[in-house]
């Protein structure tokens, strides 16, 4: 990947940042860590990888994209727009507020709600606090439930095998919700079936809602583990967007099993007081913390483009 194309992600992943932390910021609810930790990946799906076609969201041999840990929608949403699945001012409907938009400056606080809870995201909005594939362009799967969502990717991947198709079904988790029972047996399906055309990354930030993975219940080697169930298993620097682009290649010419890739990641990475702070796993900035992180990301972004 030369410099040019590498700088291009990179700025795509900074641009997830900020705009993952405006939304935040005006609905006052979001999960900031994980959405934080995956942009680079994210960038690399829809900016390099992905066959998708924003003007036709339901074409049946489209690549899939199964987000897993639902609850990091700022990384999806703004994707989803600065790709072009939808005008990148419905971004503002997640914190469409009593009918009106509202920017942060204008915030109006309503009497009686706690600010902190999510309770001001619209139930009329296409962008809900989890994914919905019923009311979301681009969105192929509804998840939330954690642990869920390779089950869902592995039946789209046979699925697309049975129908004679080429597409990739991509699905990425974090490494808290793999302690979830479902998420191993759909990995021993995935692995019995050989589903070469499914590609999983754990976005491997270390930490979960509780404190470090490590310390709530250890997920022991992944490696060893993924290998185990028959995959083809990478662990690459989750920042790296060349590292990404290269580790995805291989997985795709492993057409004879399905692909892991273990991320590793720093969650709330690019704002110096959420990096690897389970504290800021889901809640929004008050002003001082809005204006420093929206400082430091817009400062990297200078730098990235200067």
Not at 2 to 10: D, G, P, Y
Not at 120 to 125: C, E, F, Q, V
Not at 168 to 190: K, L, N, P, R
Not at 240 to 267: F, H, L, P, Q, Y
Request: charged share 20%.
């Amino acid at each position: 990947m030369n410099k040019e194309k590498q700088r291009f992600l990179q700025c795509r992943a900074q641009d997830i940042r900020i705009t993952g932390l405006k939304m935040v910021q005006g609905s006052r609810s979001g999960h900031l860590g994980g959405a934080f930790s995956m942009a680079e990946l994210m960038a690399v799906l829809y900016f390099d990888k992905m066959n998708v076609r924003p003007e036709q969201p339901d074409w049946a041999e489209r690549d899939r994209f199964v987000l897993s840990k639902g609850h990091c929608t700022v990384a999806l949403y703004p994707t989803l727009a600065m790709r072009g699945f939808f005008p990148a001012e419905r971004l503002q409907e997640f914190r469409k507020i009593d009918g009106h938009l509202s920017g942060h400056a204008e915030m109006r606080y309503v009497p009686g709600v706690d600010m902190s809870t999510g309770s001001l995201r619209h139930i009329g909005s296409i962008l809900q606090g989890h994914p919905n594939m019923n009311d979301t362009p681009g969105v192929d799967m509804s998840t939330g439930s954690l642990g869920q969502g390779v089950s869902t990717a592995a039946g789209m991947a046979l699925g697309a095998k049975l129908s004679g198709y080429s597409n990739t079904v991509y699905a990425v988790m974090g490494d808290g919700e793999i302690q979830e029972g479902q998420f191993w047996e759909a990995c021993m399906y995935a692995g019995a079936h050989k589903l070469g055309n499914l590609i999983g990354i754990v976005d491997s930030n270390k930490i979960q809602l509780d404190g470090r993975v490590s310390e709530v219940l250890d997920t022991g080697d992944l490696q060893a583990k993924f290998e185990a169930f028959g995959f083809f298993v990478q662990s690459i620097d989750g920042h790296d967007v060349a590292a990404i682009s290269d580790a995805i290649d291989r997985a795709k010419a492993e057409t004879g099993r399905a692909s892991m890739i273990i991320a590793n990641t720093v969650k709330g990475k690019g704002v110096s007081f959420m990096e690897n702070n389970a504290g800021w796993h889901g809640k929004a900035p008050n002003d001082e913390q809005w204006a420093q992180a929206k400082a430091e990301l817009e400062a990297q972004i200078k730098e990235l483009e200067g």
